[in-house]
T-cell receptor, first 112, second 113 residues
Framework: NAGVTQTPKFQVLKTGQSMTLQCAQDMNHEYMSWYRQDPGMGLRLIHYSVGAGITDQGEVPNGYNVSRSTTEDFPLRLLSAAPSQTSVYFC???????????FGSGTRLTVV | SQQGEEDPQALSIQEGENATMNCSYKTSINNLQWYRQNSGRGLVHLILIRSNEREKHSGRLRVTLDTSKKSSSLLITASRAADTASYFCATAPKRQGAQKLVFGQGTRLTINP
């Protein structure tokens, strides 16, 4: 049981490049979310999903797209990377709204 | 803006002492959760308390919730060096159908041997 798997663990992008952060879970969880963590800012919600085909925006969605075609996968796309998107990104999943999240180990992204 | 705010931002105590962290939030919630994050790692879920509960225990952890004051506290008893980590509260606001989970900025706890 792998839990929540995020790839890659580290990534350096140039300003203007696009990329996709991958997130997969094998627990058949309905809820999945993407957060970014910046020093002194805690975790901020980017996008979330309550099931396959259903996504919604969080606190800081600008510059990011998501889709949820399967229960298992929830990729996060950076459309045109900016230095302000330098951060650690965490994907998390949970069974339902009364459950705690299982977090992935994170992707450390640097945009230069 | 952040829904939850932890207090204090940093706490340093001796091993064996109790550690108390507080969380305040702004809007009505469905539940409140506490997480731990060791340096450089993902968050680990510790405990969930529902809005109709006042206290919950899990091992050395005790969580209280006061919905009238919109606040919660996390007590770690008989602290150990391994408890050194950042602790976050997270709330599920009712007005958003409890679908979102919004985190505070965390309390950095250091246990000195």
């Amino acid at each position: 049981n792998a839990g929540v798997t995020q790839t890659p663990k580290f990534q350096v992008l140039k300003t203007g490049q696009s990329m996709t952060l991958q997130c997969a879970q094998d627990m058949n969880h309905e809820y999945m979310s993407w957060y970014r963590q910046d020093p002194g800012m805690g975790l901020r919600l980017i996008h979330y999903s309550v099931g396959a085909g259903i996504t919604d925006q969080g606190e800081v969605p600008n510059g990011y797209n998501v889709s949820r075609s399967t229960t298992e996968d929830f990729p996060l796309r950076l459309l045109s990377a900016a230095p302000s998107q330098t951060s650690v990104y965490f994907c998390a999943s949970r069974r339902g709204r009364e459950d705690g999240y299982t977090f992935g180990s994170g992707t450390r992204l640097t945009v230069v | 803006s952040q829904q939850g705010e932890e207090d204090p931002q940093a706490l340093s105590i001796q091993e064996g002492e109790n550690a108390t962290m507080n969380c305040s939030y702004k809007t009505s919630i469905n539940n409140l959760q506490w997480y731990r994050q060791n340096s450089g790692r993902g968050l680990v879920h510790l405990i969930l308390i529902r809005s109709n509960e006042r206290e919950k225990h899990s091992g050395r952890l005790r969580v209280t919730l006061d919905t009238s004051k919109k606040s919660s506290s996390l007590l770690i008893t008989a602290s150990r060096a391994a408890d050194t980590a950042s602790y976050f509260c997270a709330t599920a606001p009712k007005r958003q159908g409890a679908q979102k989970l919004v985190f505070g900025q965390g309390t950095r706890l250091t246990i000195n041997p």
